[in-house]
């Protein structure tokens, strides 16, 4: 046994400490990207980082890193992270145990006086959520070139605020390029967002790649006539138009025999007055998939039903494609360094695909990149209540730091 | 030719004067019950009642009445009036030219030095619109004995105010009790809201009476899980609950043969986010006939759509009814007067059925009621772009200048 070991009461400790800034009195956390909850929490993580002896940087879209030198300083660097910004009102774990796991193996390898071949770098990547600012993994996107900086800096929040003017203010418009390293691995673990290790009783989740996704956003423009005196067959009721798009979006991934997801998530309407015919109703519609065809063919179908769904009522509509990201197969050396770091540890395990993106989706792109999930109770995400049992945030953060281990060492 | 003519420059001043109050960019105003503007226009409204020489009495839940005494102080009063407050981003034309155009009618009666046998008043009834505090025609409502006025205190907006504390707020809880004097008459002049007037080519629409209608709203609570790693078979998702909802409603009034419209007009869905399932969505159905049967099918079917929705789904929902109003077909007499008034002007009319619901609708519970429209261009009502031509509104307030000279003096 490796002489390098978590400290889980020291992670714990962190932990709670961590989510008191933005707390919710239901016991979530709301953190938005760029809120004042989530400067505070960036402005913990570095302190932590610096007590840790990590040298700090800032990069130019927010993405925070503390580095450990190894001892070949021009080694690729092993890169762990995941993020801090939480959905409004959103779960305690979710990016939290990634960010704070990572801390955690670090300081494990200074604590045994054990230093590395390779640097190991700590992330916390801006923006992941994208319920404020869209598209959401921003920050790693752009530190993967996928978006130019210039692209987030305009990005606005429904109140007008630019994410550019934003991240000034709260002060973490740093001076480093957003650009890669010169990567060997990068590892995430994260909370699995989905039932399958709670329901099979496993310990650990080894990903094996994360499905694709798109998101568009389709704005329907009618007429806002009154509800009492204007004849159905004069109508052009924005919010129809909606409803049957969302019902068709519920009935696409029921055929086809595939594993295609699909929700509409967010749905503004306007004038939104009960005695009001909808003019405007805007909605965004979020279609996943392992398989790329898949999410192709989906897209096409939504655009589809928009188009007849405007053409029924007689509506204007816009459609718009915010984001795409391709489904995203790990490396398989990663895959088989997460299972023997699993079995090392004496974990439970299943390999299995993640349906949430991640910024590990991006990084894929750059570096061979590995995840693992520790369970979520009852598959619960995105909501206050998420919750997972401590005894698996620590064993999922021993066996990141075995697979740490196996990955900084040089042949 | 009687000698009490209106004068439509005056009244044309008035109107522009008026609607600078709470002025759109787009050309509609923005006035919603108990705002700031709603304030200031009824602040312009008692200025001019009491240089027109009425007596000004506001009464406890806000409505404005201006008095012109009869010949015989003990005869029942002949009540005219609309209401002063707006849609959120409504039309010029809405409620404010039956305000107006009364009070246009009993200064055409001063003018002329001719005293009536009866009073007459002018009346501006609090809260007609009903989007920032349910239910509309509220002012009317609690005059007609059909809500005390500490259900209207009670009522919240949606920021959790009060209509009670709005209300002192702007200054409008009068000492006078909301309570009807002893009425001979009302007669409400409104734009037709509608397009039939102005398809068909007339001057006026003599009203019959109104349709009857049901608001309900409905909640509908599932799960906010992760829009990725959620199966669809795990899923309680509370907008296509809704979506179900909106669709019924839409094939509901295609069936049976009836008049019935149905409408989705406000839906506020939670958490709101393009990648969480949303968990609550609440939304309102309105549904109006001029047959209460009608009505009450509809309700019983609306009813019946969210039960299975919730089913379906797996939703636990609410269902409540907001609002009900009878149809209120009107007495003979006044019809019958409003037409002859307008055969007397010279305009060209036909007799109609009000989709719009209005506050002659309790009003009629009280006295004999009449309406009179005149023609919205296109029908289009609720809008900013709401638009009357000019002539129009003259001939119709003349019209109703004429019905109020036979109604005001003792047979």
């Not at 490796?2 to 020291?10: A, E, I, L, W």
């Not at 700090?56 to 001892?71: K, L, P, Q, S, T």
């Not at 055929?255 to 805007?282: A, K, Q």
């Amino acid at each position: 046994m490796s002489d390098v070991t978590v400290d889980g009461q020291r992670l714990r400790d962190r932990f709670d400490a961590f989510n008191e800034i933005g707390a919710t009195e239901a016991g979530g956390v709301n953190r938005p990207s760029l809120s004042d909850a989530n400067r505070e929490a960036r402005d913990q993580l570095v302190e932590w980082f610096e007590e840790a002896g990590l040298e700090v940087r800032i990069d130019e879209v927010g993405n925070v890193f503390g580095r450990r030198e190894g001892r070949d300083p021009d080694a690729d660097v092993v890169l762990l992270g995941s993020h801090v910004d939480s959905q409004y009102n959103g779960g305690r774990y979710d990016g939290v145990v990634g960010v704070l796991g990572a801390l955690e193996v670090v300081e494990a390898f200074s604590d045994a006086g054990v230093e590395t071949d390779r640097p190991l770098e700590v992330v916390s990547w801006s923006n992941e959520e994208g319920v404020r600012f869209q598209p959401d993994m921003l920050g790693s996107g752009v530190y993967a070139g996928v978006f130019d900086p210039e692209f987030a800096y305009g990005l606005e929040d429904k109140a007008g605020k630019t994410f550019g003017e934003e991240l000034e203010r709260i002060g973490y418009r740093g001076e480093a390029p957003a650009e890669p390293d010169d990567l060997h691995r990068y590892l995430e673990l994260h909370v699995e967002q989905g039932p399958v290790l709670e329901e099979r009783g496993l310990d650990v989740g080894v990903v094996e790649g994360v499905y694709g996704f798109a998101w568009l956003e389709a704005t329907f423009e009618g007429q806002a006539d009154h509800a009492g005196p204007t004849p159905m067959h004069a109508r052009q009721d924005a919010f129809v138009g909606a409803a049957e798009v969302a019902k068709a979006v519920r009935e696409l991934t029921a055929t086809g025999g595939t594993d295609l997801v699909g929700t509409v998530g967010s749905v503004d309407v306007w004038p939104n007055s009960i005695n009001v015919i909808p003019e405007r109703v805007t909605f965004t519609v979020d279609v996943r998939s392992y398989d790329n065809e898949t999410i192709d063919a989906a897209v096409d179908r939504v655009r589809r039903e928009v188009e007849h769904a405007a053409e029924r009522e007689g509506l204007e509509y816009e459609l718009e494609e915010l984001m795409r990201i391709d489904a995203a197969p790990f490396d398989d050396g990663c895959i088989e360094t997460v299972a023997a770091a699993a079995e090392e540890v004496g974990c439970s395990y299943t390999h299995l695909v993640s349906g949430a993106g991640h910024d590990a989706s991006y990084l894929n792109q750059l570096a061979p990149t590995g995840m693992l999930f520790v369970p979520s109770v009852d598959g619960v995400s995105h909501r206050e209540s998420e919750y997972t049992e401590w005894d698996d945030v620590v064993a999922g953060t021993e066996v990141l730091c075995r697979a740490v281990e196996r990955m900084a060492t040089r042949a």
